[in-house]
Nanobody, 129 residues
Framework: VQLQASGGGLVQAGGSLRLSCVVS????????LGWFRQAPGKDREFVAA???????????EYADSVKGRFTISRDNAKNTMWLQMNSLQPEDTAVYYC????????????????????WGQGTQVTVSS
């Protein structure tokens, strides 16, 4: 499985960015997807995850720190996941990683990085104050 993340950059506080992650090598509808981030000197942390639920339907979970500001979405036809980030703050500065895991449960969304087997290369997001 290969994941290719893009869309990071430098933005002022209050601005927006949209990250993309293209997944190949798996049936896209059969993988759970997530975004994680890692700031310098800190552990990798959960940002958001999305699970394909049924025809044209999916559900998502978010870290409390991004809830209401970030939106995760996926399009199975395009093998792509996005993270729309609004109202960015300096504390959102980090390398953002997309991750995937083979779906093993129809109901569980996992927040632990160790649950994900496949990772993209990371894209830097820098928010200036």
């Amino acid at each position: 499985v290969q994941l290719q993340a893009s869309g990071g950059g430098l933005v002022q506080a209050g601005g927006s960015l949209r990250l993309s992650c293209v997944v190949s090598g798996r049936t896209f509808s059969r993988v759970d997807l997530g975004w994680f981030r890692q700031a310098p000197g800190k552990d990798r942390e959960f940002v958001a995850a999305v699970k394909w639920y049924a025809e044209r339907s999916y559900y998502a979970e978010y870290a409390d720190s991004v809830k209401g500001r970030f939106t995760i979405s996926r399009d199975n036809a395009k093998n792509t996941m996005w993270l729309q980030m609004n109202s960015l703050q300096p504390e959102d500065t980090a390398v953002y990683y997309c991750a995937a895991r083979d779906m093993t449960s129809i109901s569980c969304i996992y927040r632990e990085p160790g649950r994900y087997s496949f990772w993209g290369q990371g894209t830097q997001v820098t928010v200036s104050s």
